[in-house]
């Protein structure tokens, strides 16, 4: 089989092309503390029954905050076309690869992430709504984050006696960490369809699924939220259910995904979130809600996250660049490949086929 050349990117974000979502000042004036450095590589052997088909490949990639920075990044491909872009209603960085002959369908994706841990001041926020535009995008409904009917009304019962933002954020939270549950028979991170699930009362789910439920009670009593797909780097201090490695910091992160959560206070900005893992702590751990370590958690994941997690982007029911076949797109956490219009299972990566290492420096 004769090989193609492989071609090399290699980008330094800050004279990248890429223009890459801005940080606010407020979500920059979060303290800052513990850093954690984390080398990553994504390696892509794409395989399908037609192997001269036309395939094209979308690799999420991790975006530029004041509490995650990406260095060093570069890959390489023997595809005949691979390029970075953000063309989208998101502007969620993607890699972006093509082969248009046969034999074998070859990537790999490396970079280096910084982390610093997320703490939120929410004594700063304040009871204004008068969000900026970029903000205010976050009460919008979509495919499946609607903030009408049943979603509405059942934000409205739980936030009855909440008059701020903050008040209501904390009630949505707490009523989510009460009455959802994670269920490991859903499939990957799940579909994050909070209308089916309050609408027909399925209250089980994992990250996505949990997560998208906070995010459309949030948005429809007008509290801006959004979820933050991505995927876990580490070992979690708190339990291996948020992530794990072994002694020397090595994790095999593939399906590793793992979808957080944001939502936004005048005063205090985008604050952290994450009652997904609430509910993934108490199954792994086989705990209740009165258990200490859980109570711990669920106080923890309210302004805060550990930050043994990167996030690649914060986009929902959108149309990738350039427009696969699939469109819209639920989401973006996953790779996403097709061969002549036929999607790959993303959520079979043996099948499709990838796999995820991070290395920590100890």
């Known amino acids: 089989m004769q090989r193609r050349a492989f071609m090399k990117g290699c980008l330094a974000l800050g004279a990248s092309s890429v223009i890459l979502p801005q940080v606010s000042i407020l979500e920059a004036s979060e303290p800052k503390s513990k850093t954690r450095i984390f080398f990553v590589t994504?390696?892509?052997?794409?395989?399908?029954?037609?192997?001269?088909?036309?395939?094209?490949?979308?690799?999420?990639?991790?975006?530029?905050?004041?509490?995650?920075?990406?260095?060093?990044?570069?890959?390489?491909?023997?595809?005949?076309?691979?390029?970075?872009?953000?063309?989208?209603?998101?502007?969620?960085?993607?890699?972006?690869?093509?082969?248009?002959?046969?034999?074998?369908?070859?990537?790999?994706?490396?970079?280096?992430?910084?982390?610093?841990?997320?703490?939120?001041?929410?004594?700063?926020?304040?009871?204004?709504?008068?969000?900026?535009k970029d903000v205010a995008h976050y009460l919008k409904p979509t495919a499946h984050i609607p903030t009408s009917g049943k979603v509405k009304e059942l934000a409205l019962k739980i936030t009855e006696n909440?008059?701020?933002?903050?008040?209501?954020?904390?009630?949505?939270?707490?009523?989510?960490?009460?009455?959802?549950?994670?269920?490991?028979?859903?499939?990957?991170?799940?579909?994050?369809?909070?209308?089916?699930?309050?609408?027909?009362?399925?209250?089980?789910?994992?990250?996505?699924?949990?997560?998208?439920?906070?995010?459309?009670?949030?948005?429809?009593?007008?509290?801006?939220?959004?979820?933050?797909?991505g995927i876990r780097l580490g070992s979690s201090r708190y339990s291996k259910a948020c992530g794990s490695s072994d002694e020397k910091g090595l994790a095999k992160i593939t399906g590793g995904e793992h979808c957080r959560v944001e939502f936004y206070l005048d005063g205090a900005g985008w604050v952290p979130c994450d009652p997904a893992d609430v509910a993934k702590v108490i199954l792994t751990e086989k705990m209740t809600l009165n258990d200490p370590l859980v109570k711990e958690v669920r106080e923890y994941f309210f302004g805060n996250w550990e930050m043994n997690w990167m996030g690649y982007n914060t986009a929902r029911d959108f149309v990738l660049a350039p427009t696969p076949a699939q469109k819209p797109l639920n989401m973006f956490g996953y790779p996403y490949a097709e061969v002549e219009d036929e999607v790959l299972d993303y959520y079979a990566p043996a099948a499709f086929a990838y796999s995820f290492i991070s290395q920590e420096k100890l």
């Open 162 to 229: 909440s008059k701020t933002p903050l008040e209501k954020a904390k009630a949505i939270y707490a009523w989510v960490t009460e009455n959802m549950y994670r269920d490991n028979a859903v499939v990957g991170c799940g579909l994050g369809d909070a209308g089916k699930a309050i609408e027909q009362n399925i209250m089980g789910g994992k990250c996505t699924d949990i997560s998208s439920v906070f995010v459309a009670l949030s948005r429809s009593v007008g509290v801006p939220a959004r979820e933050v797909f």
């Open 42 to 132: 994504n390696s892509y052997n794409l395989k399908h029954e037609n192997k001269n088909g036309l395939t094209k490949l979308w690799v999420p990639l991790p975006q530029e905050t004041s509490y995650q920075k990406v260095s060093d990044f570069k890959f390489s491909s023997n595809a005949t076309n691979a390029y970075v872009t953000d063309k989208n209603s998101y502007k969620a960085r993607t890699l972006y690869a093509e082969w248009k002959n046969g034999g074998e369908k070859l990537l790999e994706v490396t970079y280096t992430i910084t982390t610093n841990e997320r703490n939120s001041d929410l004594s700063k926020a304040t009871a204004s709504t008068k969000y900026p």
